[in-house]
């Protein structure tokens, strides 16, 4: 395989790593899950390094790599949702923003021009913090270390860089889409 490729077969790589992460999650092993996410949480850096660091940035990779991140966060949050460990509403706020993003990119991409993938400061972020929380769920739940003080602030963060950085994505699409007309 050509290095230039590398990036995309990482991103497959931490796609491959969602149904593992589902079945974990719901079986309730969660000091299992953690590594998955951890390994899954250290490809989406890493692709993202080498693809800016050695210029090998693709269209294909930039539609892959957000849809792996929100593919491998939603389950995520809805298998711990499912058994009430992430709250209600953050839960929503999630699953919102990213139903509202792909939705909107899908229609973007049909009814305006093709979507040029363009990640956001806030967005990145927002990825970020939502690894972070679901990474520090799971050692909660898999290990004697105890977060009950830190979950409900790194929660609240969370919703916060995630409504934000929804409304960003909406306000940049809409812009462009009235400057294609």
Not at 63 to 80: E, H, N
Request: glycine content about 6%.
């Amino acid at each position: 395989m050509p290095w230039h490729y590398l990036p995309n077969a990482l991103t497959i790589l931490r796609l491959l790593l969602v149904p593992p992460l589902a079945v974990l999650l719901l079986r309730a092993d969660y000091s299992t899950a953690l590594w998955v996410a951890a390994v899954a949480g250290l490809t989406d850096a890493l692709d993202g390094a080498l693809a800016r660091l050695f210029g090998w940035q693709s269209w294909l990779g930039g539609v892959l790599d957000p849809l792996a991140d929100k593919l491998l966060l939603v389950t995520g949050y809805l298998c711990l949702w499912w058994q009430g460990v992430v709250p209600d509403w953050l839960f929503w706020v999630v699953f919102g923003r990213d139903l509202v993003i792909v939705v909107g990119a899908i229609a973007f991409h049909k009814l305006v021009q093709r979507i040029e993938p363009d990640p956001s400061w806030i967005g990145k972020l927002t990825t970020f913090s939502q690894l972070a929380f679901l990474l520090v769920c799971l050692l909660d739940l898999g290990s004697r270390l105890q977060f009950e003080l830190v979950l409900p602030m790194l929660a609240a963060l969370t919703a916060v860089l995630t409504f934000t950085s929804g409304i960003d994505y909406v306000w940049r699409f809409s812009a462009r889409a009235r400057a294609a007309r």
